[in-house]
T-cell receptor, first 113, second 114 residues
């Protein structure tokens, strides 16, 4: 993978509202797109991932969409809760991740009560 | 999910000394492990790819003689920061690749060099 641009760097939403974080990538060979959640001082935790053969994947309140033509993918969190507050990183890789991940700069998601 | 254990979780050392950090995959074999560095409020930067039984592959700008990586078994990779200096202070995180392509991270090791 090459560069990954992630936006926004900070996102504040009201509890119960939806949050969307977007990433764009440049390597057309990228085929694996995971999202990680990192709480302060802790390890990144995989929350959802998508491979290039699908356009959307959903797991309860979390969904990821992938647009290969436009080279962007997004994380959608619905019905946000205080425990969703964390830093979220997108990442991309070629070879399904076997060669390592390239991470975006992260989005600090703040859920306002 | 799979468990990756990293030790120590934090370490303080004097400038000029060497520090070893261990990364273990506890319930699966990992032929490939990765070492990342993370500065405060920044993203994870890949330092090197550690392959069991062979030399590590370092990312551009990472000094291989300073950050020694050994992946002697399918469950253990070690990162040794040699002759540490204050600028080496950082959060170091390892990850292990499972055969199904999933990547699991260790807890991270916070290194402070005085």
């Amino acid at each position: 993978g090459e560069n990954v641009e992630q936006h926004p760097s900070t996102l504040s939403v009201q509890e119960g509202d939806s949050a969307v974080i977007k990433c764009t990538y440049s390597d057309s060979a990228s085929n694996y797109f995971p999202w990680y959640k990192q709480e302060l001082g802790k390890r990144p935790q995989l929350i959802i991932d998508i491979r290039s053969n699908v356009g959307e994947k959903k797991d309860q309140r979390i969904a990821v969409t992938l647009n290969k033509t436009a080279k962007h993918f997004s994380l959608h969190i619905t019905e946000t809760q205080p425990e969703d507050s964390a830093v979220y990183f997108c990442a991309e890789a070629t070879g399904g991740g076997a060669d390592g991940l390239t991470f975006g700069k992260g989005t600090h998601l703040i859920i306002q009560p | 999910g799979a468990v990756v254990s990293q030790h120590p979780s934090w370490v303080i050392c004097k400038s000029g000394t060497s520090v070893k950090i261990e990364c273990r995959s506890l319930d699966f074999q990992a032929t490939t492990m990765f070492w990342y560095r993370q500065f405060p409020k920044q993203s994870l930067m890949l330092m090197a790819t550690s392959n069991e039984g062979s030399k590590a592959t370092y990312e551009q700008g990472v000094e291989k003689d300073k950050f020694l990586i050994n992946h002697a078994s399918l469950t253990l990779s070690t990162l040794t920061v040699t002759s540490a200096h204050p600028e080496d202070s950082s959060f170091y995180i390892c990850s292990a690749l499972r055969t199904n392509g999933e990547l699991f991270f260790g807890e991270g090791s916070r290194l402070t060099v005085l």
